[in-house]
């Protein structure tokens, strides 16, 4: 009976063995296929860099046409090629997003039972949207602050803005606004993952309020309290939509839970 046994427990650790063996061979397969698609995108996004570079310097255009001398320029030998290099990067983990992310939901999605699995879709539908949202508040916000800052050039002078600092300025402004805009997602999910009560979440509305003005204050310049409250006032209507959706979550599983004790 002990020698049976043991040999159970060694088929067993073999089979646990087999299935870690299998995972990871899936995982490299799943990884293999996000990195090749990450570079095939890459490629396309470093002939897109120029057109992107053009667009995002728009703002400037603006500000010599209302006689202000500002330039963007390449100041160095290799700064060209690296700022393209950059925005094709960039370009190529958007453009292929779609085949990464659902790379990674395959991978993850089985282990998880049917309601976990609604509640990581869901997470993706509503967080890709207010992503998008965030991202367009900020290039809206963005010529303002560029004026802003350009502004304060002396007469007499030229602004020479080089085209990395330009880029990396811009895009974490434009990437800043997108991930402040889907916090509120990531709270509800903490919600109906039954980490933090809806209670909680409202309860917690001046710090909420606080945090989301001195994140507009410090991804807008100073002085410009329009900008400020174009980023800051949506991050707080999303908070207490957050916040509502929570008590709601709340309300119902109390609810399940005192017809289950019912029963």
Same mark, same amino acid.
């Given at each position: $009976?002990? +020698?049976?046994? %043991? ?9 646990? %063995? $087999? +299935?870690? &063996? ?31 570079? %053009? ?19 390449? /100041? ?6 690296? *700022? ?21 939901? &395959? ?36 010529? %303002? @602050? @560029? ?5 304060? !050039? ?27 805009? /889907? ?27 606080? !945090?989301? /003005?001195?994140?507009?204050?410090? *991804? !807008?310049?100073?002085?410009? *309290? ?19 959706? &929570? ?11 005192? &017809?289950?004790?019912?029963?």
């Amino acid at each position: $009976m002990a +020698r049976k046994g %043991r040999t159970a427990e060694r088929q067993s650790k073999l089979e646990g %063995r $087999m +299935r870690l &063996a299998e995972h990871l061979r899936e995982f490299k397969r799943r990884f293999y296929i996000s990195g090749a698609a990450i570079v095939a995108a890459a490629i396309g996004g470093f002939f897109l860099a120029e057109p992107l570079l %053009r667009l995002l310097s728009s703002p400037l255009a603006e500000l010599q046409a209302a006689g202000l001398d500002v330039e963007l320029n390449i /100041t160095n030998i290799t700064q060209a090629f690296d *700022v393209q290099m950059r925005i094709g990067f960039l370009l190529g983990i958007i453009i292929s997003s779609p085949i990464w992310i659902w790379q990674l939901l &395959a991978f993850i999605v089985p282990a998880l039972r049917t309601i976990e699995r609604r509640y990581v879709f869901g997470f993706i539908a509503a967080a890709v949207p207010l992503f998008i949202a965030g991202c367009a508040t900020g290039w809206f916000v963005l010529p %303002r @602050i @560029i004026r802003l800052f350009v502004g304060f !050039t002396p007469d007499g002078f030229t602004a020479f803005l080089g085209a990395t600092d330009y880029w990396d300025f811009s895009l974490k402004l434009v990437f800043a606004a997108g991930v402040a805009y /889907t916090l509120p997602v990531v709270v509800v999910f903490l919600n109906l993952a039954g980490i933090v009560s809806g209670r909680a979440i409202l309860g917690a509305w001046r710090w909420a309020i606080l !945090t989301a /003005t001195l994140f507009g204050a410090f *991804v !807008t310049p100073a002085g410009d *309290v329009w900008s400020m409250f174009i980023i800051s006032v949506p991050m707080v209507v999303l908070y207490f939509a957050a916040a509502g959706i &929570a008590l709601l979550v709340d309300r119902r599983r109390a609810k399940r839970e005192s &017809a289950r004790v019912e029963a």
